[in-house]
């Protein structure tokens, strides 16, 4: 379906919203105030709520999530630590933590789609990350799910508002991990 200008607007701001509150607490209310959309016009681009929440979650994976893949794109040192830098540049007060990753391993576990896109991600940051340790560590596969988990950590404190006092651990614990001090 090609969206127009407004719509792909209102996509993002829609994703804003799910983002923060969560897509469970996010009403049609919220979304009509938060897009400048009317309910009917919200309706009839997306029927569904999933439809639209499945939206929100692409562009998030295709626009922010991409600032992470990307860096590993070409595997070295240098991309490790470019990926803990775009995550510790992400994890400032009042950020939510990442949408995927809170919402595939929590309301949205259960939704196919989803979980495929977190599945896909992880695997995108463990392969990325296993083969720019390779060189440096005994177990690079050990040292890529290090990192994974401390991505799922450092979004499960962000979250829950976590200060940064408690979110600076877990960064030095994942440049650490991946020996790019």
Not at 88 to 106: F, H, M, N
Not at 152 to 168: I, K, M, V, Y
């Amino acid at each position: 379906m090609e969206l127009t200008e407004r719509q792909k607007a209102a996509l993002e701001q829609a994703m804003y919203q799910f983002w923060s509150r969560g897509v469970d607490d996010t009403s049609y209310n919220v979304l009509v105030e938060a897009t400048g959309m009317s309910r009917k016009a919200l309706y009839a681009t997306w029927p569904e709520k999933e439809l639209l929440v499945r939206q929100t979650m692409k562009l998030y994976r295709d626009t922010v999530l991409s600032s992470l893949t990307d860096v590993l794109a070409n595997p070295s040192q240098d991309a490790v630590r470019a990926f803990w830098d775009v995550a510790e540049a992400a994890a400032v007060p009042g950020w939510p933590g990442c949408y995927l990753l809170r919402s595939a391993t929590g309301e949205l576990r259960k939704d196919p789609e989803i979980v495929a896109m977190y599945d896909e991600f992880v695997q995108t940051i463990r392969k990325g990350i296993a083969e720019s340790v390779r060189r440096r560590v005994n177990d690079p596969d050990v040292t890529a799910t290090q990192a994974v988990a401390l991505l799922n950590f450092l979004t499960d404190l962000a979250s829950q508002q976590a200060p940064e006092s408690a979110l600076r651990p877990v960064l030095n614990a994942g440049r650490a991990a991946c020996a790019v001090q």
